[in-house]
């Protein structure tokens, strides 16, 4: 079997991908049009066309501007469904997906309405795809600590239906200590916790987020390669790092990719994962982050298959599932290449 189609079959698992950056144009043209919203683009095209970012702030801008369009239930269990087609094509078994709430509420769109839309997608996905998934509360670290309480407290009547909560959007500016109450009351709850953190921002975020935030993953991690100490203990506790080969690219974290640090990362024994962030902008789905990585890293089968089993690792699965999959992922590997 060729790169291609031992990527494609693996049973994968996707670890960071943020539910409004799976929104494609098309979507959101037919969303706005029922809703009697007018985009400031005149076409999908045009709208495609302006996906040429320099930082991650440029990209944040047309982001947030896309959301502006999910008003209903509907709208945000039709996002959700959207993407859960996608894993599926991908192969995804079980995804853990981030959803920005503030994004909405800050609109004027209640928290039950963008819960209740996402959640009943995840079931169908679970019923009728197969797929299993985890959600995570994302909260926007460019608003206030007092914002991300108020969120907090609203979601609660939806708690059992939230795994973890997570940090993101800009991180220059808005470090990880700015939220380290927030974070322990979220876990006096009983959230798990995950933060962006080393995407544009130095070493110390990711310092912050692990003795801050106690958070069980990191989000990204790229600028952790700039600190031996931080390496270290990363490797010592097998903090998962989400890397994002594409969005990297996109987002100019890397000049290109032949110059990413992942699989330097996996061969110093980090547990690093791929993921795609936000596949509607960043030009391509897990798949394609992993074909575009192994390509111009020559990552081997076992390098992949070490990738996609740290996933399955790193997730919030339940003991039993987790080892379900992982089985399910071994065989698939024996029978392909050992
Ligand atoms: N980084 C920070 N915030 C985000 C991202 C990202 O890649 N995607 C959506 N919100
Ligand atoms: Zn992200």
């Known amino acids: 079997m060729n790169l291609v189609k031992y990527i494609e079959r693996l049973p994968k698992a996707e670890l960071h991908l943020h539910i409004e950056g799976s929104f494609e144009p098309e979507l959101m043209f037919r969303i706005a049009e029922r809703n009697n919203i007018q985009l400031k683009f005149r076409s999908v095209e045009s709208l495609r066309e302006a996906y040429h970012f320099t930082q991650l702030q440029d990209f944040l801008d047309l982001y947030y501007a896309g959301t502006s369009v999910l008003i209903y239930e509907q709208d945000f269990y039709d996002l959700t469904w959207d993407y859960l087609i996608k894993a599926k094509a991908n192969n995804i078994v079980h995804t853990e997906i981030m959803f920005d709430p503030q994004a909405h509420t800050t609109r004027g769109v209640p928290f039950e309405t963008v819960i209740k839309g996402i959640c009943r997608a995840l079931n169908d996905g679970k019923e009728k795809l197969g797929i299993s998934s985890e959600l995570i509360m994302s909260f926007l670290r460019h608003l206030s600590e007092e914002d991300a309480f108020k969120t907090l407290e609203e979601s609660l009547p939806y708690r059992e239906m939230i795994t973890a909560v997570g940090l993101d959007s800009s ?152 080892q379900k999959y992982l089985h399910l992922l071994d065989d698939f590997i024996n029978l392909e290449i050992r």
């Not at 990204?220 to 989400?242: A, C, F, V, W, Y």
Request: aromatic residues 8%; glycine residues 8%; hydrophobic residues 40%.
């Open 171 to 322: 991180e220059r500016g808005n470090p990880p200590e700015k939220f380290g109450r927030v974070f322990a009351k979220a876990r006096e709850y009983g959230f798990f916790t995950v933060a962006h953190a080393g995407e544009e921002g130095p070493p110390e975020n990711i310092w912050g987020a692990l003795d801050l935030l106690n958070v069980s993953r990191i989000d990204h991690g790229n600028s952790s390669m700039l600190d031996n100490k931080l390496i270290e203990k990363l490797i010592e506790r097998q903090i998962p790092l989400t890397i994002c080969p594409l969005s990297n690219l996109r987002l100019k974290v890397v000049n290109d990719l032949s110059s990413h640090p992942l699989k330097t990362m996996l061969h110093k024994g980090l547990r690093v994962t791929v993921n795609s962030d936000d596949p509607a902008y960043f030009g391509g789905y897990i798949n394609d982050n992993f074909v575009a990585i192994a390509s111009a890293l020559s990552l081997s089968k076992e390098e992949i298959g070490q990738l996609v089993q740290n996933s399955f690792h790193a997730s919030f699965l339940p003991e039993s599932t987790r």
